[in-house]
């Protein structure tokens, strides 16, 4: 595969509402985000991706557009966000926009024209549907709870919603609206972004009819929108009108893809776009009747995940790879030890994470370990998805409010989504205002400042491995292959080139692990990459509590 500037890059994502506010108003915006740039040229960071800055109601934290040409005030203008660009540049860094268009907000002018009479130009810019015997027109639930359609009485008709009511979905078989969303995407391109990171881009397909969905509890109807008929179609329309005319990249966020769908979307020569980010992993720790329960994971269970994806993209397309995000909670309160092992854990899983093939993108906060926060009750929330889940479970379903609560505390994309950790002083160094939302109440123990401070810290660690990616091209593309699949606390395979082999290791337990059952993959050690314990030196003692290490061996 011809190398491409984003393969051996790490992506940065930012969540501008936590990350850095400087004007006071408790809410992080556009110029703290320049003011932190030096910061993550320091990690080394390649590219960053801006969760959505346009102008929003934030019904769902801006991932509800009403204005896709602007910039929203409370994260700043339009010239900020050039000079952003414009600084970003100076620094070789490549910013991502954030793509949402699946839906708008209802607040969107194309909305309010869509909803006002039957006969609008706009109306077919939305999904709008006679009701059925008197109710929705078919039994679709929304991503946020209940129906996936609200009733519009002005006009006598349901429009449908996938996420919240606030966020309307668009008619994507209608020519003229993917103009619109092609020409917004030029100018935005034309500005000098470097690609999209696209908001649930498997979902702008819904099947003809829009039949009833087959389950009767979940997510229902999926069958008929994930991936759906025409989403290749789509896409290499917008690749050929748009996308192909720049040196760019994109990657899609793909509810429900699986492996083969995301060969045809990220195929090296489909001609779609050029990676993205499936959720197999994240769902392995999911109850499978209930979305906020929790199991266990068996690590086999994780390493053939993560191995499927490394052996079935190879040659065939590029992964992703990446623990978090805005949507999920803390990487080492859920995958590690949040506790005593904290450190440890995250270098641990990052080491894996960073020595996969893929471009690995990095949530901020978890350069520092982050961990997830504490949600007394249910107002200290702040999520959409949550507060609706609470009313058709709780208030309206009578379901037990404690067990609820305890599962939420967990899974809550509010884990994300409390404000970065610069200092120890007042409110993290976030704002000098009241902030948006509360802090964690660890941000004395976990900041940028002591870790900057500290020779060992996560962040160095990071750095260290990003700066491997840059040097050493085994990295990105050497091959793959899963060793000791059915080991249950060690994670551990080989990297190979024509002449090198890397050995890499991660204790994903507490429990101390004999380097015997590694031995028999190694002659020699000829040198240590990494390792996030200091001692090791061979594959002589055994592994530590949550020791990783990448080694060059014989
Ligand atoms: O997420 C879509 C998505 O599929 C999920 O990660 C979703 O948030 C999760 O299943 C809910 O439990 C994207 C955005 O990343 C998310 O923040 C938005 O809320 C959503 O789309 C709607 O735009
Ligand atoms: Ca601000």
Redesign the pocket.
């Known amino acids: 595969m011809e190398k491409q500037w984003w393969q051996n890059r790490t992506a940065y994502q930012i969540y501008p509402k936590s990350f850095l506010d400087t004007n006071g108003d408790g809410i992080g915006d556009i110029p703290g985000i320049i003011e932190k740039l030096d910061y993550l040229k320091d990690l080394g960071i390649g590219i960053l991706w801006i969760?959505p800055v346009y102008v929003s109601p934030c019904a769902?934290?801006g991932?509800?557009i009403a204005d896709y040409y602007g910039i929203d005030p409370k994260f700043g203008t339009m010239e900020d966000m050039d000079r952003l660009l414009a600084e970003a540049k100076k620094r070789d860094i490549a910013v991502l926009m954030d793509l949402?268009v699946?839906?708008t907000s209802d607040e969107h002018r194309w909305f309010a024209e869509s909803r006002s009479s039957k006969d609008n130009p706009y109306r077919d810019y939305y999904i709008w549907r006679d009701p059925k015997d008197g109710k929705e027109p078919n039994n679709w639930t929304s991503?946020?709870s209940g129906p996936a359609w609200q009733y519009d009485e002005k006009t006598g008709q349901y429009y449908l919603h996938l996420?919240s009511k606030k966020?309307p979905d668009l008619n994507w078989e209608n020519e003229t609206v993917r103009r619109e969303v092609y020409d917004m995407m030029k100018f935005w391109l034309g500005i000098g972004c470097d690609g999209f990171r696209m908001?649930?881009a498997s979902l702008y397909s819904k099947t003809p009819g829009l039949p009833d969905g087959k389950g009767t509890t979940g997510l229902i109807g999926h069958e008929y929108y994930q991936n759906g008929p025409r989403i290749h179609e789509f896409l290499r329309e917008m690749n050929r009108e748009v996308l192909s005319h720049y040196d760019i990249m994109t990657v899609g966020?793909m509810?429900g893809v699986t492996i083969d769908e995301a060969i045809k979307y990220a195929g090296k020569k489909r001609r779609e776009l050029n990676m993205v980010f499936q959720?197999d992993q994240d769902a392995l720790d999911h109850d499978p009747d209930d979305?906020w329960g929790r199991r266990a994971v068996p690590l086999p269970e994780l390493k053939k995940v993560f191995s499927d994806w490394q052996i079935r993209l190879e040659g065939k397309a590029w992964n992703s790879l990446y623990w978090t995000?805005?949507?999920?909670p803390r990487t080492v309160s859920r995958w590690g030890n949040d506790g005593r092992y904290r450190k440890e854990s995250q270098k641990m899983l990052y080491t894996m994470l960073m020595t996969l093939q893929g471009t690995p993108y990095i949530y901020q906060g978890e350069e520092i370990g982050m961990t997830n926060s504490v949600f007394d009750g249910i107002e200290d929330f702040d999520d959409v998805?949550i507060h609706n889940c609470w009313k058709e479970r709780v208030v309206e379903g009578h379901e037990d409010p404690e067990a609820l609560l305890k599962a939420m505390r967990f899974r809550a994309?509010d884990n994300a989504r409390t404000p970065m950790q610069w200092d120890d002083s007042e409110n993290a160094g976030f704002t000098t205002g009241k902030p948006w939302f509360a802090l964690s109440d660890r941000y004395r123990e976990i900041n940028v400042k002591e870790a900057l401070a500290d020779k060992d810290s996560i962040f160095y660690y990071y750095k260290k491995l990003i700066e491997m990616r840059h040097q050493e091209p085994l990295l990105t593309e050497g091959s793959y292959e899963l060793i000791l699949a059915e080991e249950e606390h060690i994670f551990a395979y080989l990297r190979k080139t024509a002449d090198e082999c890397w050995l890499v290791a991660a204790n994903l337990s507490e429990e101390t692990i004999p380097a015997e059952i590694l031995k028999s993959y190694a002659k020699g050690v000829q040198e240590v990459k990494i390792a996030n314990y200091a001692e090791r030196k061979d594959l002589t003692e055994a592994l530590r509590p949550y020791e990783a290490f990448m080694m060059k061996i014989q």
Not at 325 to 328: A, G, K, L, S, T
């Open positions: 969760s769902d934290q991932y509800d949402v699946n839906h991503y946020f996420f966020q908001d649930v966020e509810s959720f979305k995000n805005h949507d999920q998805e994309r």
